[in-house]
């Protein structure tokens, strides 16, 4: 299949913040006197709605609202988010994909807000032609924006494949009917990701090859 358009997800995929979410979360699980985890242990356990894996990792939100933890996630994160870096290849990558006449968009569960600011940080944003997240900072998912999306672009479904490295990719990008790759080099491990039936990369660069 020729793809004219690639759906990229930003964090884990784009960006290498993996660290920094694990660092955040170990931040909130310390305050409440919740074990810490590892980055290994994190790809593990990490889902969408991160409220799911909040509660998993012991939060119990019966004695606080979720939203207390996720606001003090998105300021530890906000603080620190200076000190992260796309992935190794993602610049070239996204350079030679538009250089190819293939648009690129980006899809995030991150507030829509603080995603374009993200972007502008990274001085990427000549390379897509539409940028959308959702609208609040609590990660709930993607995938009404996926929808609106999809309805935005001036291609067929089969013209269009998504990247991401999550389980909730995959997902929206069968609720929006569109092909699916997964990359490991994020926020879930090769062995979940595997499990969706998708083609599972290392990185960016073997996306790329495949793709192009």
């Not at 759906?7 to 993996?18: A, Q, S, V, Y």
């Not at 499990?195 to 990185?203: D, L, M, P």
Request: proline share 1%; net charge negative.
């Amino acid at each position: 299949m020729e793809y004219k358009h690639i759906i990229w997800d930003w964090n884990g995929t784009l960006l290498n913040d993996r660290w920094l979410c694990v660092d955040g979360i170990n931040n909130g699980l310390k305050k409440r006197g919740l074990t810490t985890i590892s980055e290994e242990t994190y790809k593990k356990v990490f889902t969408f709605p991160v409220q799911d894996y909040y509660k998993n990792l012991g939060f119990n939100f019966e004695e606080e609202p979720f939203e207390v933890a996720g606001d003090e996630f998105v300021e530890y994160y906000s603080r620190q988010f200076h000190l992260t870096e796309l992935h190794s290849e993602c610049r070239l990558v996204l350079k030679k994909t538009y250089n190819l006449g293939i648009t690129q968009s980006i899809l995030s569960a991150g507030k829509h807000e603080f995603l374009i600011e993200w972007v502008k940080a990274h001085r990427l944003e000549k390379y897509f032609i539409k940028i959308v997240g959702i609208d609040n900072q609590y990660a709930t998912g993607k995938t009404e924006r996926g929808r609106y999306l999809i309805n935005e672009l001036p291609y067929r479904s089969n013209e269009i494949v998504m990247v991401g490295d999550t389980i909730h990719d995959s997902d929206v990008a069968e609720s929006i009917n569109v092909d699916c790759l997964l990359v490991e080099h994020g926020h879930v491990n090769f062995d979940r990701l595997q499990k969706t039936g998708r083609k599972v990369f290392a990185n960016l660069d073997q996306v790329f090859q495949y793709i192009c």
